[in-house]
T-cell receptor, first 113, second 117 residues
Framework: DAEITQSPRHKITETGRQVTLACHQT?????MFWYRQDLGHGLRLIHY???????NKGEVSDGYSVSRSNTEDLPLTLESAASSQTSVYFC????????????FGPGTRLTVT | AQKITQTQPGMFVQEKEAVTLDCTYD???????LFWYKQPSSGEMIFLIY??????QNATEGRYSLNFQKARKSANLVISASQLGDSAMYFC??????????????FGDGTTLTVKP
């Protein structure tokens, strides 16, 4: 069955370190998204991509970067981790630009100490 | 810019009763989609229901229905015959439909629903 996976599921890192969170989908979707969810709040968009070599900034992109070298993967990099980036990170994908459903990964809980 | 407001941080409902979770939205777009997601304590995001801005009828999916009032800019979720497994956080979200911006979702802060036996 097609799916979307994230790794690692839990990560503890120190302030200033570079961290990369992986997202892999086997739906063959063109659209992929990264969101963060802070405790007690909804999701906020970090970066998104509509296809290979396409990346776009979302609402809260400062301190994050993404790259899209193939259809299946959209890794999220924290260039220099800060305590304010402690959060749960969700990756999502969707089929077409105007598709109404997004499929979410299980999330990665990141703690920056 | 789009904005979603969920004014109920927490709600309680008795098992087998119906409950309405409120959601209001703000957008200048003519074409958009409204969504509800369920997030149980395990953390995953589960898609529940979708309503397009041009859909004339309210969306329904099993025990879930969306009470869409376009003029009031509200998209309330109604859960009928609540079950203990419905206890979770519920998020209302909105997405622009125009092709250039499609797929980017704006989420509310959520409502925690607790179903009492």
């Amino acid at each position: 069955d097609a799916e979307i996976t994230q790794s690692p599921r839990h990560k503890i890192t120190e302030t200033g370190r570079q961290v990369t969170l992986a997202c892999h989908q086997t739906w063959n979707h063109n659209n992929m998204f990264w969101y963060r969810q802070d405790l007690g709040h909804g999701l906020r968009l970090i970066h998104y991509s509509y296809g290979v070599q396409d990346t776009n900034k979302g609402e809260v992109s400062d301190g994050y970067s993404v790259s899209r070298s193939n259809t299946e993967d959209l890794p999220l990099t924290l260039e220099s981790a800060a305590s304010s980036q402690t959060s749960v990170y969700f990756c999502a994908s969707s089929e077409e630009r105007d598709s109404y459903e997004q499929y979410f990964g299980p999330g990665t809980r990141l703690t920056v100490t | 810019a789009q904005k979603i407001t969920q004014t109920q941080p927490g709600m309680f409902v008795q098992e087998k009763e119906a409950v309405t979770l409120d959601c209001t939205y703000d957008t200048s777009d003519q074409s958009y989609g409204l969504f509800w997601y369920k997030q149980p304590s395990s953390g995953e995001m589960i898609f529940l229901i979708y309503q397009g801005s041009y859909d004339e009828q309210n969306a329904t999916e099993g025990r879930y229905s969306l009470n869409f009032q376009k003029a009031r800019k509200s998209a309330n979720l109604v859960i009928s015959a609540s079950q203990l497994g419905d206890s979770a956080m519920y998020f209302c979200a909105m997405r622009e439909v125009p092709r250039a911006n499609a797929g980017k979702s704006t989420f509310g802060d959520g409502t925690t629903l607790t179903v009492k036996p």
